[in-house]
């Protein structure tokens, strides 16, 4: 069992930066992919990135990269997401996941079973 708790969130002006942390809670975070999604009104879950248990892979939606950079400190249990030069359109719930312990980097939200709340991040013009 991981228990996923997300903060970073907040008001922030386009073309600045945030970023995200996810604490992890459970022993089994450390060999667990980890990934993070975003969400806005009326639209389902879109996958935004995506990092293996050690740290050595990583995956980005293409609409994302170059801006967006997921990283993890297994000592921490934590996962962060440092998102730059934001944009209006970024404006989402963001949410982190996890896999089952063992499995590959995935792109899908099916592909994942412990979810935290989220937490909001609103870009202003």
């Known amino acids: 069992q991981v228990h996923l708790v997300e903060s970073g969130g907040g008001l922030v002006q386009a073309g600045g930066s945030v970023r995200l942390s996810c604490a992890a809670s459970?022993?089994?975070?450390?060999?667990?992919?980890m990934g993070w999604f975003r969400q806005t009104p009326g639209k389902g879950r879109e996958f935004i990135a995506a990092i293996s248990w050690a740290g050595s892979s990583t995956v980005y939606a293409e609409a994302v990269k170059g801006r967006f950079t997921i990283s993890r400190d297994n000592a921490k249990n934590t996962v962060l997401l440092q998102i730059n030069t934001l944009k209006p359109e970024d404006t989402a719930v963001y949410y982190c996941a996890a896999r089952t312990p063992g499995f590959g980097i995935a792109t899908r939200e099916e592909g994942y079973t412990f979810w935290g709340r989220g937490t909001q991040v609103t870009v202003s013009t």
């Open positions: 459970g022993r089994t975070f450390s060999t667990s992919t």
